[in-house]
């Protein structure tokens, strides 16, 4: 056989090139056509710097939902619920456990303290009827990793040693969640699948690691034996929960028509990468931690709902630029107006927004609005990745006149005094993204719906 110059043509190895004939076959041309996913997640987000009250929201959202995942973060999240006057109290089950007809799904993202997972079932078993069962509709990936004791003790220690070396420490909840996910990302940290696999296998490999934070850390208290015989019995009553994630969300999303609902934990300036960086959680809390989080083709994201209070509150440290405007509630909890550049994560991450504890604001006889950053007079285009920068900024307000009535009553729009609306409305023009439900108070029933 000769090719175009004549030449005969050989293969890699020398050897001639022999022309096979074809048989042919129609190609199937309904595999080049581009689908519309059959089912799309719903996706539920904080838009600040967390307890913008997602539980409720996804609460809200998961009555009538077939699936609800949680995809990123750990037990350092809460999530609060009220239903029948009883408050449940989450930070690593799904809020929508409480849907009984629901599956709830813990996914390959989030990092699980095995003993905080099965004591918050049992607290909140013990409060009400609403967890009853729930063994028997949760699934959690075999791909999830493990955060073990000595995680949240080293947790401590660098918090410590922050403060001793720096003088300021990184706010941590001490739960263990950054040294596990340093862990998944040295690729010597241990999985779901290994704790229910072989149990002699994943005891050699648990010593290693308990061994590498010794190095590291040699005034860690580790009980390995101890925590081993706990892991072995936890081993037990974890195996008929665990499933393949991956294949559990693919028969999800491609199967029979369902409602699938992500809840996502922390917030957008808590996220790893677009946060206060280096003030911030260990996982990417905005809408890219639910494709890597749950094994979620982008395509396959439908409508996400960014949550913002209608205030300001930060727990822990990192800057704060209008801090002290408002009083300080609590200990920790440090307390601020409502930032506009501070919510530009809602444009890329939220097409809907949830605006909740809008009844906070009901005693207050003016509302400021911060509206753009400052930097030696200077306005700033966005909002700045460096915190050295963040913590000189200077913030221009927009004051609007408060309502000082209440509106915990209030059930649609209309009935919100008219004061209320034009700050709904002025947040929607500020941000250009549509305001869905406003919350003004604790339970699902007063979410008022707007559209």
């Known amino acids: ?97 409480l849907n009984k007809k629901a599956t709830s799904f813990i996914g390959n993202g989030v990092v699980i303290h095995l003993p905080g997972l099965f004591e918050e079932a049992e607290k909140n078993l013990n409060k009400g009827k609403g967890l009853q069962g729930w063994e028997e509709r949760l699934k959690i990936s075999d791909r999830a990793h493990i955060v073990f004791n000595f995680h949240q003790a080293v947790d401590g220690i660098q918090e410590q040693q922050r403060q001793q070396q720096e003088g300021k420490n990184l706010g941590t909840t001490k739960k263990g969640i950054g040294p596990a996910y340093s ?81 996502g934990a922390n917030a957008a300036l808590l996220d790893i990468d677009f946060g206060t960086y280096p003030f911030v959680t260990s996982s990417n809390c905005t809408v890219g931690g639910v494709c890597t989080g749950l094994g979620v083709p982008p395509s396959y994201v439908g409508r996400v709902y960014g949550v913002v209070k209608a205030y300001t ?24 107006w409502l930032v506009g550049p501070d919510l530009g994560s809602i444009r890329p991450h939220g097409q809907r927004i949830a605006l909740t504890k809008l009844d906070i604001l009901d005693t207050l006889p003016e509302i400021k609005v911060g509206v753009a950053y400052k930097v030696d007079g200077e306005p700033l285009p966005s909002f700045p990745a460096n915190m050295d920068v963040l913590t000189r900024v200077s913030v221009d307000y927009q004051t609007l006149p408060g309502w000082r009535c209440s509106t915990e009553s209030a059930r649609s729009f209309e009935e919100l005094p008219s004061q209320a609306q034009n700050y709904i409305r002025f947040i929607e023009d500020f941000l250009q993204v549509p305001v869905k439900w406003v919350g003004v108070g604790k339970s699902r029933e007063s979410m008022i719906k707007l559209f």
Request: aromatic share 6%.
């Open 313 to 336: 509150t930060r727990v822990g440290v990192g800057a704060f630029p209008t801090e002290n405007k408002m009083v300080k509630s609590f200990n920790l909890l440090r307390t601020m």
């Open 183 to 263: 862990s998944k990302a040295a690729r010597n940290g241990l999985r779901v699948c290994d704790l229910v696999s072989d149990f002699k296998v994943f005891e050699d490999k648990f010593r290693m690691l308990a061994e590498h934070f010794l190095t590291m850390y040699p005034n860690l208290n580790v009980d390995v034996d101890g925590e081993l015989k706990q892991l072995k019995e936890f081993a037990e009553r974890l195996r008929p929960l665990v499933t393949d994630g991956v294949y559990f969300m693919h028969k999800a999303l491609t199967g029979p028509s369902k409602k699938i609902l992500v809840e």
């Open 1 to 97: 056989m000769a090719n175009r110059n004549g030449q005969e043509s050989v293969s890699l190895n020398g050897e001639p090139v022999v022309k096979r004939p074809r048989d042919s076959v129609e190609p199937d041309l309904s595999l080049r056509a581009l689908k519309e996913p059959q089912n799309k997640v719903t996706v539920v987000l904080g838009a600040q710097w967390g307890d913008e009250g997602k539980g409720k929201v996804v609460d809200l959202l998961a009555m009538d939902a077939d699936i609800v995942c949680r995809c990123q973060g750990g037990n350092n999240a809460g999530h609060t619920v009220v239903v029948d006057s009883v408050e449940y109290d989450f930070h690593l089950l799904p809020s929508g456990v």
